[in-house]
């Protein structure tokens, strides 16, 4: 069967760095998304990763191990804005999106 | 980047009535796009993916008859919520996806606010 799971809600300090894991199990799969989501809208589109290893962009970085099932993004030098939910989603055979229930990042100053 | 746009972005309507809700490629060629619902505090559920020029596909639970949706096109695709009840008040996402197995992103509308009274 087919499963992804990340944490419900984490709490960091602004300036600091927090990583938001996500495990998933699939038989067939096509690539790991990360978005983020700000209350009331739409997400948008932070990293894709299709094979093992670190992707960097900018304060965002997101890294994948096939093997594990395992993924994580990176958020450094937090800032207020960054206050959203974080979804997981993996790209199955059939490149639909599986979707995590997402994390709820809160950011305190 | 590529864009995706939806319209209406908030609409409210009665009991009984139905509601058209378009999801429009703006820059690209969308071969698949894909419909979503959310639910306040509640993870994207996808509710169908249409192919252009093809009947859309429905996930489990979802009932075709009352979400029709038509994607005639390669930029275009709309979803008719008919006979709309309160419960059907929700957060609708679309999102396109270009076309060839190589290039997965997944690019999103802007989402349209369904309040049934």
């Known amino acids: 069967g087919q499963n992804i799971d990340q944490p419900t809600e984490m709490t960091a300090t602004e300036g600091a760095i927090v990583q938001i894991n996500c495990t998933y199990q699939?038989?067939?799969?096509?690539?790991l998304f990360w978005y983020q989501q700000h209350a009331g809208e739409a997400p948008t589109f932070l990293s894709y990763?299709?094979l093992d290893g670190l992707e960097e962009k900018g304060r965002f970085s997101s890294f994948l191990s096939r093997s594990k099932g395992y993924s994580y993004l990176l958020l450094k030098e937090l800032q207020m804005k960054d206050s959203a939910s974080y979804l997981c989603g993996f790209m199955d055979s059939n490149y639909q999106l599986i979707w995590g229930a997402g994390t709820k990042l809160i950011i305190k100053p | 980047g590529a864009v995706v746009s939806q319209h209406p972005s908030r609409v409210i309507c009665k009991s009984g009535t139905s509601v058209k809700i378009e999801c429009r490629s703006l820059?690209?060629?969308?071969?698949?796009m894909f419909w979503y619902r959310q639910f306040p505090k509640q993870s994207l559920m996808l509710m169908a993916t249409?192919?252009?020029?093809?009947?859309?596909?429905?996930e489990q639970g979802v009932e075709k008859d009352k979400f029709l949706i038509n994607h005639a096109s390669l930029t275009l695709s709309t979803l008719t919520v008919t006979s709309a009840h309160p419960e059907d008040s929700s957060f609708y996402i679309c999102?396109?996806?270009?076309?060839?197995?190589?290039?997965?992103?997944?690019?999103f509308g802007p989402g349209t606010r369904l309040t049934v009274l």
């Open positions: 249409s192919n252009e020029g093809s009947k859309a596909t429905y």
């Open positions: 820059d690209f060629q969308a071969t698949t």
């Open positions: 699939t038989s067939g799969f096509n690539g």
């Open positions: 990763n299709v």
């Open positions: 999102s396109a996806r270009a076309g060839g197995l190589d290039y997965n992103e997944q690019f």
